[in-house]
DNA sequence: TCGTTCACG
DNA sequence: ACGTACGTGAACGAT
Protein backbone atom coordinates (compact mmCIF):
# COMPACT_ATOMS: atom_id res chain seq x y z
CA UNK A 1 0.00 0.00 0.00
CA UNK A 2 2.72 2.06 0.68
CA UNK A 3 4.75 2.08 -2.42
CA UNK A 4 1.55 1.96 -4.71
CA UNK A 5 0.10 5.24 -3.40
CA UNK A 6 -2.93 5.99 -4.27
CA UNK A 7 -3.75 8.82 -7.02
CA UNK A 8 -5.33 12.49 -6.44
CA UNK A 9 -7.19 14.66 -9.29
CA UNK A 10 -5.44 17.70 -9.02
CA UNK A 11 -7.65 20.23 -10.51
CA UNK A 12 -10.47 18.84 -8.22
CA UNK A 13 -8.93 20.48 -5.28
CA UNK A 14 -7.69 23.15 -7.02
CA UNK A 15 -11.57 24.39 -7.68
CA UNK A 16 -12.14 22.81 -4.11
CA UNK A 17 -9.50 25.23 -2.19
CA UNK A 18 -10.69 28.23 -4.46
CA UNK A 19 -14.84 27.85 -3.24
CA UNK A 20 -13.68 27.28 0.28
CA UNK A 21 -11.68 30.44 0.05
CA UNK A 22 -14.54 32.16 -1.30
CA UNK A 23 -17.13 30.91 1.75
CA UNK A 24 -14.31 31.25 4.17
CA UNK A 25 -13.85 35.15 3.56
CA UNK A 26 -17.83 35.35 3.65
CA UNK A 27 -17.94 33.73 7.09
CA UNK A 28 -15.28 35.87 8.42
CA UNK A 29 -16.63 38.90 7.58
CA UNK A 30 -19.76 37.99 9.57
CA UNK A 31 -17.96 36.96 12.23
CA UNK A 32 -16.01 40.04 12.81
CA UNK A 33 -19.40 41.79 12.05
CA UNK A 34 -20.95 39.96 15.40
CA UNK A 35 -17.64 40.63 17.09
CA UNK A 36 -17.49 44.09 16.65
CA UNK A 37 -13.55 43.62 15.61
CA UNK A 38 -11.42 41.61 13.58
CA UNK A 39 -9.74 39.02 15.25
CA UNK A 40 -7.45 35.78 14.76
CA UNK A 41 -10.72 33.16 14.50
CA UNK A 42 -8.44 30.48 14.56
CA UNK A 43 -6.76 31.54 18.04
CA UNK A 44 -8.25 29.78 20.91
CA UNK A 45 -7.33 32.89 23.65
CA UNK A 46 -8.49 35.77 21.20
CA UNK A 47 -11.78 33.25 20.21
CA UNK A 48 -12.05 32.88 23.93
CA UNK A 49 -11.67 36.83 24.98
CA UNK A 50 -14.03 37.77 21.90
CA UNK A 51 -16.61 34.79 23.33
CA UNK A 52 -16.46 34.93 27.37
CA UNK A 53 -15.49 39.05 27.95
CA UNK A 54 -16.25 40.97 25.10
CA UNK A 55 -19.81 39.36 24.46
CA UNK A 56 -20.06 37.82 27.98
CA UNK A 57 -21.84 35.34 26.73
CA UNK A 58 -21.50 31.98 29.54
CA UNK A 59 -18.91 29.32 30.13
CA UNK A 60 -19.98 25.64 29.55
CA UNK A 61 -16.89 24.38 30.16
CA UNK A 62 -13.02 24.52 31.15
CA UNK A 63 -9.96 23.54 30.01
CA UNK A 64 -6.90 23.79 31.98
CA UNK A 65 -5.91 27.57 30.63
CA UNK A 66 -9.58 28.78 30.75
CA UNK A 67 -13.02 28.53 28.94
CA UNK A 68 -13.78 25.85 26.40
CA UNK A 69 -14.61 26.68 23.16
CA UNK A 70 -15.24 23.41 21.35
CA UNK A 71 -17.76 22.89 19.29
CA UNK A 72 -20.08 20.79 21.96
CA UNK A 73 -19.81 24.53 23.68
CA UNK A 74 -20.27 26.41 20.71
CA UNK A 75 -23.55 23.99 19.97
CA UNK A 76 -24.68 24.32 23.38
CA UNK A 77 -24.20 28.76 22.87
CA UNK A 78 -26.20 28.58 19.84
CA UNK A 79 -28.86 26.52 20.95
CA UNK A 80 -29.25 29.72 23.69
CA UNK A 81 -29.82 31.74 20.40
CA UNK A 82 -26.28 33.20 20.29
CA UNK A 83 -25.68 33.70 16.46
CA UNK A 84 -21.95 34.19 16.43
CA UNK A 85 -21.34 30.22 17.69
CA UNK A 86 -22.81 29.09 14.48
CA UNK A 87 -20.68 31.12 12.59
CA UNK A 88 -17.93 29.92 14.45
CA UNK A 89 -18.62 26.92 13.58
CA UNK A 90 -18.82 26.67 9.86
CA UNK A 91 -16.01 28.39 9.84
CA UNK A 92 -13.91 26.23 12.29
CA UNK A 93 -15.70 23.22 9.43
CA UNK A 94 -14.41 24.74 6.45
CA UNK A 95 -11.01 25.53 7.85
CA UNK A 96 -10.14 22.20 8.63
CA UNK A 97 -11.23 20.55 5.27
CA UNK A 98 -8.94 23.18 3.38
CA UNK A 99 -6.07 23.42 5.67
CA UNK A 100 -5.82 19.42 6.41
CA UNK A 101 -6.99 18.78 3.35
CA UNK A 102 -7.65 20.11 -0.09
CA UNK A 103 -4.34 22.60 0.51
CA UNK A 104 -2.62 19.67 2.16
CA UNK A 105 -2.46 16.74 -0.17
CA UNK A 106 -1.59 17.90 -3.51
CA UNK A 107 1.64 18.99 -2.12
CA UNK A 108 2.15 15.20 -1.02
CA UNK A 109 1.86 14.15 -4.50
CA UNK A 110 5.34 12.15 -5.34
CA UNK A 111 7.07 13.77 -8.90
CA UNK A 112 8.56 10.42 -9.97
CA UNK A 113 5.24 8.09 -9.44
CA UNK A 114 2.64 10.97 -9.37
CA UNK A 115 0.45 9.32 -6.48
CA UNK A 116 0.83 9.83 -2.58
CA UNK A 117 2.53 7.97 -0.49
CA UNK A 118 1.03 7.01 3.11
CA UNK A 119 2.84 5.52 5.61
CA UNK A 120 1.32 2.06 7.57
CA UNK A 121 2.52 2.37 10.95
CA UNK A 122 2.54 -1.47 12.20
CA UNK A 123 3.60 -0.73 15.81
CA UNK A 124 2.06 2.84 16.66
CA UNK A 125 -1.50 1.63 18.23
CA UNK A 126 -0.97 -0.06 21.24
CA UNK A 127 -4.51 -2.49 20.54
CA UNK A 128 -2.72 -3.91 17.14
CA UNK A 129 -4.21 -1.55 15.09
CA UNK A 130 -2.38 -0.03 11.72
CA UNK A 131 -1.57 4.03 12.02
CA UNK A 132 -1.53 5.94 8.56
CA UNK A 133 0.17 9.50 8.73
CA UNK A 134 2.46 11.60 6.13
CA UNK A 135 -0.36 12.22 5.17
CA UNK A 136 -2.76 10.26 7.41
CA UNK A 137 -5.30 8.36 4.90
CA UNK A 138 -7.41 6.56 7.46
CA UNK A 139 -9.06 10.31 8.79
CA UNK A 140 -10.44 11.46 5.27
CA UNK A 141 -13.85 13.32 6.15
CA UNK A 142 -17.17 10.76 5.51
CA UNK A 143 -19.10 12.23 8.20
CA UNK A 144 -20.91 15.58 6.83
CA UNK A 145 -21.61 15.84 2.67
CA UNK A 146 -19.09 19.09 2.31
CA UNK A 147 -16.33 16.54 4.01
CA UNK A 148 -17.36 13.58 2.28
CA UNK A 149 -16.90 14.95 -1.13
CA UNK A 150 -13.39 15.51 -0.78
CA UNK A 151 -13.55 11.73 -1.47
CA UNK A 152 -14.51 12.50 -5.43
CA UNK A 153 -10.78 13.43 -4.78
CA UNK A 154 -9.65 10.21 -4.74
CA UNK A 155 -9.37 8.31 -8.04
CA UNK A 156 -7.80 5.36 -9.53
CA UNK A 157 -6.17 5.00 -12.13
CA UNK A 158 -6.98 4.97 -16.15
CA UNK A 159 -9.10 2.10 -17.00
CA UNK A 160 -9.48 1.32 -13.42
CA UNK A 161 -12.20 1.70 -10.26
CA UNK A 162 -12.09 1.78 -6.92
CA UNK A 163 -13.67 -1.23 -4.93
CA UNK A 164 -14.01 -0.75 -1.26
CA UNK A 165 -14.96 -3.81 1.04
CA UNK A 166 -16.10 -2.87 4.70
CA UNK A 167 -16.81 -5.38 7.54
CA UNK A 168 -20.30 -4.73 9.09
CA UNK A 169 -20.04 -4.47 12.44
CA UNK A 170 -16.92 -6.42 13.24
CA UNK A 171 -15.87 -4.88 16.80
CA UNK A 172 -19.49 -5.98 18.04
CA UNK A 173 -19.13 -9.60 16.46
CA UNK A 174 -16.45 -9.98 17.94
CA UNK A 175 -17.69 -9.27 21.48
CA UNK A 176 -20.45 -11.81 20.77
CA UNK A 177 -17.26 -14.29 19.54
CA UNK A 178 -15.57 -13.75 22.89
CA UNK A 179 -18.46 -13.46 25.19
CA UNK A 180 -19.82 -16.50 23.92
CA UNK A 181 -23.30 -14.67 24.95
CA UNK A 182 -26.38 -16.46 23.24
CA UNK A 183 -28.56 -13.53 22.90
CA UNK A 184 -26.08 -11.51 21.17
CA UNK A 185 -24.75 -14.79 19.00
CA UNK A 186 -28.98 -15.03 18.10
CA UNK A 187 -29.16 -11.36 17.17
CA UNK A 188 -25.77 -11.74 14.63
CA UNK A 189 -27.13 -15.44 13.36
CA UNK A 190 -30.82 -13.82 12.37
CA UNK A 191 -29.19 -10.99 10.16
CA UNK A 192 -30.76 -8.66 11.68
CA UNK A 193 -30.32 -5.34 12.70
CA UNK A 194 -28.29 -5.20 15.29
CA UNK A 195 -29.14 -1.87 16.91
CA UNK A 196 -32.73 -2.38 16.30
CA UNK A 197 -32.33 -5.85 18.31
CA UNK A 198 -30.36 -4.20 21.15
CA UNK A 199 -33.55 -1.48 21.59
CA UNK A 200 -35.83 -4.06 21.37
CA UNK A 201 -34.35 -6.46 24.62
CA UNK A 202 -33.15 -2.80 26.50
CA UNK A 203 -36.70 -1.00 26.00
CA UNK A 204 -38.52 -4.43 26.02
CA UNK A 205 -40.79 -3.72 23.27
CA UNK A 206 -41.14 -6.10 19.90
CA UNK A 207 -38.94 -5.62 17.01
CA UNK A 208 -41.90 -3.99 15.09
CA UNK A 209 -42.03 -1.24 17.46
CA UNK A 210 -38.60 0.46 17.94
CA UNK A 211 -38.82 3.69 17.31
CA UNK A 212 -36.56 5.42 15.65
CA UNK A 213 -35.42 7.90 18.95
CA UNK A 214 -34.96 3.90 20.64
CA UNK A 215 -32.84 2.53 17.87
CA UNK A 216 -30.06 5.64 18.11
CA UNK A 217 -30.21 5.38 22.22
CA UNK A 218 -29.11 1.39 21.52
CA UNK A 219 -26.52 2.39 19.01
CA UNK A 220 -25.10 4.31 21.19
CA UNK A 221 -24.98 2.32 23.98
CA UNK A 222 -23.24 -0.81 21.90
CA UNK A 223 -20.34 1.74 20.92
CA UNK A 224 -20.32 2.86 24.88
CA UNK A 225 -19.97 -0.96 25.45
CA UNK A 226 -17.18 -1.74 23.69
CA UNK A 227 -15.46 1.48 24.64
CA UNK A 228 -15.89 0.45 28.39
CA UNK A 229 -19.06 1.78 29.68
CA UNK A 230 -19.54 4.99 31.86
CA UNK A 231 -23.35 6.39 32.89
CA UNK A 232 -21.42 10.24 33.20
CA UNK A 233 -20.01 9.61 30.00
CA UNK A 234 -23.07 7.73 27.93
CA UNK A 235 -25.73 10.36 29.76
CA UNK A 236 -23.52 13.18 27.53
CA UNK A 237 -23.45 11.35 24.43
CA UNK A 238 -27.17 10.67 25.16
CA UNK A 239 -28.65 13.90 25.95
CA UNK A 240 -30.30 12.11 29.06
CA UNK A 241 -29.55 12.50 33.16
CA UNK A 242 -26.75 10.65 34.68
CA UNK A 243 -29.78 8.37 36.42
CA UNK A 244 -31.58 7.53 33.18
CA UNK A 245 -27.96 6.15 31.24
CA UNK A 246 -27.14 4.19 34.39
CA UNK A 247 -30.82 2.81 34.01
CA UNK A 248 -29.77 1.93 30.30
CA UNK A 249 -26.61 0.19 31.46
CA UNK A 250 -28.12 -2.08 34.08
CA UNK A 251 -30.91 -3.37 31.47
CA UNK A 252 -28.37 -3.92 28.80
CA UNK A 253 -25.77 -6.31 31.17
CA UNK A 254 -28.87 -7.61 32.73
CA UNK A 255 -30.32 -9.13 28.94
CA UNK A 256 -26.61 -9.89 27.78
CA UNK A 257 -25.13 -11.22 31.16
CA UNK A 258 -22.24 -13.01 29.51
CA UNK A 259 -20.96 -9.97 28.05
CA UNK A 260 -21.33 -8.33 31.27
CA UNK A 261 -19.22 -11.06 32.54
CA UNK A 262 -16.49 -11.06 30.00
CA UNK A 263 -15.83 -8.00 30.41
CA UNK A 264 -15.44 -8.08 34.20
CA UNK A 265 -12.93 -10.88 33.63
CA UNK A 266 -10.71 -8.86 31.03
CA UNK A 267 -10.60 -6.11 34.13
CA UNK A 268 -9.76 -9.04 36.48
CA UNK A 269 -6.99 -10.57 34.01
CA UNK A 270 -5.03 -6.91 34.24
CA UNK A 271 -4.86 -6.78 38.13
CA UNK A 272 -4.20 -10.52 37.85
CA UNK A 273 -1.96 -10.95 35.03
CA UNK A 274 -0.86 -7.84 34.06
CA UNK A 275 -2.37 -8.06 30.48
CA UNK A 276 -5.26 -9.00 28.43
CA UNK A 277 -4.73 -10.48 24.32
CA UNK A 278 -7.14 -10.43 21.08
CA UNK A 279 -8.11 -13.42 19.52
CA UNK A 280 -4.30 -13.97 17.71
CA UNK A 281 -2.33 -13.40 21.12
CA UNK A 282 -1.46 -10.02 20.70
CA UNK A 283 -1.34 -8.41 24.17
CA UNK A 284 -2.03 -5.11 25.41
CA UNK A 285 -0.20 -4.52 28.94
CA UNK A 286 -2.09 -2.26 31.41
CA UNK A 287 0.10 -1.03 34.46
CA UNK A 288 -2.38 1.93 35.01
CA UNK A 289 -4.66 -0.76 36.76
CA UNK A 290 -1.56 -0.48 39.45
CA UNK A 291 -2.35 3.02 39.94
CA UNK A 292 -3.20 4.37 43.13
CA UNK A 293 -5.35 7.27 41.20
CA UNK A 294 -8.49 6.69 40.62
CA UNK A 295 -8.81 8.14 37.18
CA UNK A 296 -6.01 6.37 36.22
CA UNK A 297 -7.15 3.09 37.11
CA UNK A 298 -10.27 3.68 35.56
CA UNK A 299 -8.76 4.22 32.33
CA UNK A 300 -6.84 1.43 33.10
CA UNK A 301 -10.01 -0.82 33.06
CA UNK A 302 -11.45 0.82 30.47
CA UNK A 303 -8.74 0.05 28.11
CA UNK A 304 -9.00 -3.74 29.43
CA UNK A 305 -11.93 -4.17 27.94
CA UNK A 306 -11.41 -2.40 24.89
CA UNK A 307 -8.41 -3.55 23.48
CA UNK A 308 -9.60 -7.24 23.02
CA UNK A 309 -12.48 -6.07 21.09
CA UNK A 310 -10.50 -3.55 18.93
CA UNK A 311 -7.27 -5.56 18.58
CA UNK A 312 -8.97 -8.97 17.07
CA UNK A 313 -10.64 -6.73 14.90
CA UNK A 314 -7.09 -5.56 13.99
CA UNK A 315 -5.82 -9.09 13.79
CA UNK A 316 -8.89 -10.23 10.83
CA UNK A 317 -8.39 -7.68 8.82
CA UNK A 318 -4.64 -8.13 8.51
CA UNK A 319 -5.16 -11.88 7.82
CA UNK A 320 -8.03 -10.83 5.54
CA UNK A 321 -4.79 -8.43 3.44
CA UNK A 322 -2.63 -11.47 3.72
CA UNK A 323 -4.99 -14.04 2.44
CA UNK A 324 -6.13 -10.94 -0.63
CA UNK A 325 -2.77 -9.99 -1.45
CA UNK A 326 -1.71 -13.68 -2.10
CA UNK A 327 -5.06 -14.24 -3.91
CA UNK A 328 -4.47 -10.95 -5.98
CA UNK A 329 -0.30 -12.09 -6.81
CA UNK A 330 -1.68 -14.99 -8.10
CA UNK A 331 -4.35 -13.93 -10.74
CA UNK A 332 -2.00 -10.90 -11.06
CA UNK A 333 -4.58 -8.79 -12.92
CA UNK A 334 -2.90 -5.00 -12.15
CA UNK A 335 -5.43 -5.15 -9.17
CA UNK A 336 -3.81 -3.67 -6.20
CA UNK A 337 -4.95 -3.08 -2.77
CA UNK A 338 -4.42 0.73 -2.05
CA UNK A 339 -5.72 1.30 1.29
CA UNK A 340 -6.97 0.01 4.79
CA UNK A 341 -8.80 2.19 7.16
CA UNK A 342 -9.50 -0.25 10.33
CA UNK A 343 -12.40 -2.15 9.36
CA UNK A 344 -12.61 -0.91 5.50
CA UNK A 345 -9.99 -2.08 2.19
CA UNK A 346 -9.70 0.12 -0.48
CA UNK A 347 -8.40 -1.28 -4.06
CA UNK A 348 -8.24 -0.20 -7.46
CA UNK A 349 -9.26 -2.93 -10.42
CA UNK A 350 -9.29 -2.97 -14.04
CA UNK A 351 -12.78 -1.82 -14.73
CA UNK A 352 -13.51 -5.25 -16.29
CA UNK A 353 -12.72 -7.32 -13.35
CA UNK A 354 -14.96 -5.20 -10.97
CA UNK A 355 -17.74 -7.73 -10.31
CA UNK A 356 -15.13 -10.58 -10.14
CA UNK A 357 -12.83 -8.74 -8.00
CA UNK A 358 -15.63 -7.52 -5.72
CA UNK A 359 -16.54 -11.23 -5.12
CA UNK A 360 -13.02 -12.69 -4.19
CA UNK A 361 -12.37 -9.98 -1.67
CA UNK A 362 -15.53 -10.53 -0.11
CA UNK A 363 -15.32 -14.40 0.03
CA UNK A 364 -11.13 -13.81 1.65
CA UNK A 365 -12.77 -11.01 4.16
CA UNK A 366 -15.72 -12.91 5.63
CA UNK A 367 -13.70 -16.03 5.69
CA UNK A 368 -10.42 -14.66 7.05
CA UNK A 369 -11.10 -16.18 10.55
CA UNK A 370 -14.34 -18.02 11.73
CA UNK A 371 -16.10 -16.75 14.59
CA UNK A 372 -19.08 -18.39 16.42
CA UNK A 373 -20.90 -15.39 14.40
CA UNK A 374 -20.84 -14.96 10.51
CA UNK A 375 -18.33 -12.24 9.29
CA UNK A 376 -20.02 -9.92 6.92
CA UNK A 377 -18.89 -7.84 4.24
CA UNK A 378 -20.23 -4.69 2.13
CA UNK A 379 -19.12 -3.66 -0.86
CA UNK A 380 -18.81 -0.59 -3.20
CA UNK A 381 -17.34 0.63 -6.28
CA UNK A 382 -16.90 3.49 -8.34
CA UNK A 383 -14.82 6.54 -10.24
CA UNK A 384 -14.06 7.76 -6.97
CA UNK A 385 -13.76 7.08 -3.54
CA UNK A 386 -16.81 9.18 -3.35
CA UNK A 387 -19.10 6.81 -5.41
CA UNK A 388 -17.74 3.48 -3.38
CA UNK A 389 -20.29 4.35 -0.73
C1' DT B 1 6.93 21.49 22.43
C1' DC B 2 2.40 21.88 24.38
C1' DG B 3 -2.58 22.60 24.38
C1' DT B 4 -6.73 22.77 21.87
C1' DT B 5 -9.51 21.36 18.38
C1' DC B 6 -11.29 18.15 15.09
C1' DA B 7 -10.88 14.54 11.20
C1' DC B 8 -11.49 9.15 11.07
C1' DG B 9 -12.89 3.93 12.78
C1' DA C 1 -14.81 15.49 46.16
C1' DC C 2 -13.43 14.48 41.64
C1' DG C 3 -13.75 13.51 36.76
C1' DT C 4 -15.74 11.29 33.38
C1' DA C 5 -16.02 6.25 26.58
C1' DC C 6 -11.65 3.25 23.08
C1' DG C 7 -7.89 3.92 19.31
C1' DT C 8 -5.34 7.34 16.22
C1' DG C 9 -2.80 12.02 13.36
C1' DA C 10 -2.58 16.92 11.81
C1' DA C 11 -3.18 21.95 11.89
C1' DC C 12 -2.77 25.89 14.36
C1' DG C 13 -1.44 29.28 17.85
C1' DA C 14 1.04 30.18 21.91
C1' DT C 15 5.10 29.62 24.51
Known amino acids: MEQVGIAIDPAFFEETSQKLERDLRLIEEDIYKEAGEEFNINSTPQLREVLFEKLELPVIKKTKTGPSTDASVLEELAEQGHRIPTLILEYRQLDKLKSTYVDALPQLVNPDTGRIHSSFNQAVAATGRLSSSDPNLQN ?11 RKGFVPADGFRFVSADYSQIELRVLAHLSGDETFMRAFRSGADIHRET ?6 VDLDDVTADMRAAAKTINFATIYGIGPYALSKQLGTSVQEAKTFIESYFERLPDVRQYLDRQIERAYEEGYVET ?12 SKNYNIRQFGERAATNAPVQGSAADIIKIAMIDIHDALDQRDDGTRMLLQVHDELLFEAPAAAVDEITGLITERMEGAFELAVPLRVETGSGASWYECK
Open 199 to 204: AALVFE
Open 279 to 290: LAGRRRYIPEVK
Open 140 to 150: IPIRTEVGAEL
